[in-house]
């Protein structure tokens, strides 16, 4: 597989290849960035090159060490994650060796998809922090002879989930790194990060992927119907793994509910707006938010195309006569304007924020944009 297993990333590969060819990798990493864009792929395909038995800069896959690494059973490949504590569990007890058979065969079996999918975003239940005792398993394995030869590589996966007392472990270990071993820490929320941590390591950024490498890995690894992929993709905002997460969804469905909300705002539904703000907020789900507000923005977008007269390059084709009506039911000038109140929304989604409030404000400031009779009330 190579690099090729990690989906875009260009830069990030190429500055990783550079760093294995010049032998110059260094004893911590950071990747960082938005969730779903292929940290835990990148770093474990890294730990892959640095023990493949034939060197270079790409792993070769066939030699034994390239096929224990795959299946992510490679003595010197370590990946930590978040555990749940298991039922009397001390400090001093193993990570897995208070667990229930059963979350110690979900661990097993969530390893054993991530080897199948570097994407795939372990989760076991109850798993909150990633304990102190994971962090000391790795040192006590790292003061071990290494294995054959290639580098031992520590994954960190959701470093942010580390409580004090861990993030203290593994900045300790950063301090005296051990010659020959690898740290790499991958999170999306770097903010949460002890600085200590962040100045030993050196960051790597990941961006969001492009819509075109959304929907070509949703096609090739998928096989979906390249405009469903295309759709799914633009939906995903550049993240592979919402992408693949909407692959059960129907799309249509979105399409529609985001269709009805812009019908309620062009004739001034306030009733209808705020029960559907407070279904949104029982709920409690900010993706299935997230997806409804980025299929608004596509209908948004394709009614500035059409009052524009570009109609060919509309995304929703088959709804022409819709588009239409819209554009002359709205206000349709201030689509461009309304769309960017909509990428406002979105990028508040993170925070911990009321998701009714945010969905019915937004609903007014978009009312107030392309209702032409609230328009009319302004003259
Ligand atoms: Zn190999």
């Known amino acids: 597989m190579s690099w090729q297993s990690?989906?875009?990333?260009?830069?990030?590969?190429?500055?990783?290849?550079?760093?294995?060819?010049s032998g110059r990798v260094p004893s911590a990493l950071l990747f960082e960035g938005p969730e779903g864009v292929g940290k835990d792929a990148a770093a474990i395909e890294l730990a892959k090159v640095l023990n493949c038995e034939r060197g270079g800069t790409e792993a070769c896959g066939e030699c034994s060490s390239c096929i224990q690494a795959a299946a992510l059973q490679h003595p010197n490949i370590q990946l930590v994650f978040p555990l749940p504590r298991g039922e009397n569990e001390t400090k001093d007890d193993g990570a897995l060796a208070k667990l229930d058979?059963?979350?110690?065969?979900?661990?097993?079996?969530?390893?054993?998809?991530?080897?199948?999918?570097?994407?795939?975003?372990?989760?076991?239940?109850?798993?909150?922090?990633i304990k102190i005792s994971s962090i000391r398993e790795v040192i006590r394995e790292d003061s071990l002879s290494l294995y054959q030869h290639g580098r031992r590589v520590i994954i960190i996966m959701r470093a942010e989930e580390a409580g004090i007392e861990s993030a203290n472990a593994i900045l300790k270990v950063l301090e005296e790194p051990t010659p020959g071993t690898v740290?790499?820490?991958?999170?999306?929320?770097?903010?949460?990060?002890?600085?200590?941590?962040?100045?030993?390591?050196?960051?790597?950024?990941?961006?969001?992927?492009?819509?075109?490498?959304?929907?070509?890995?949703?096609?090739?690894?998928?096989?979906?119907?390249?405009?469903?992929?295309?759709?799914?993709?633009?939906?995903?905002?550049?993240?592979?793994?919402?992408?693949?997460d909407l692959i059960e969804t129907d799309t249509l469905e979105v399409r529609d509910q985001a269709l009805d909300v812009l019908r309620e705002i062009a004739v001034g539904n306030y009733s209808q707006m705020a029960g559907r703000a407070s279904r949104m907020l029982e709920s409690r789900d900010p993706q299935k938010v997230e997806t409804l507000l980025r299929m608004l923005q596509i209908w948004l977008r394709d009614v500035a195309i059409v009052h524009n007269g570009a109609r060919d390059s509309v995304i929703n084709r088959d709804k022409i006569d819709v588009l239409e009506k819209m554009e002359k039911s709205f206000n349709a000038a201030s689509t461009v304007a309304a769309s960017a109140s909509v990428d406002t929304a979105l990028s508040q989604l993170d925070a911990n924020v009321n998701l009714g409030l945010l969905f019915v404000n937004l609903l007014l400031t978009l009312s107030g944009l392309l209702n032409k009779k609230s328009e009319a009330q302004h003259v």
Do not use: W
């Not at 065969?105 to 054993?112: C, N, P, T």
């Not at 820490?185 to 941590?197: A, H, K, M, N």
């Open 6 to 21: 990690v989906i875009g990333q260009q830069r990030v590969k190429d500055l990783l290849a550079r760093m294995v060819g």
């Open 183 to 244: 740290f790499i820490l991958t999170t999306s929320r770097r903010s949460s990060l002890l600085s200590t941590i962040i100045s030993r390591c050196q960051p790597l950024r990941f961006d969001l992927l492009t819509e075109s490498e959304v929907t070509e890995a949703l096609v090739t690894r998928y096989n979906l119907d390249p405009s469903d992929a295309a759709l799914k993709a633009r939906l995903s905002g550049g993240s592979y793994i919402k992408a693949v």
């Open 101 to 129: 058979e059963k979350t110690v065969r979900k661990v097993r079996e969530e390893i054993h998809l991530k080897s199948l999918d570097p994407y795939h975003k372990i989760s076991i239940p109850k798993a909150q922090v």
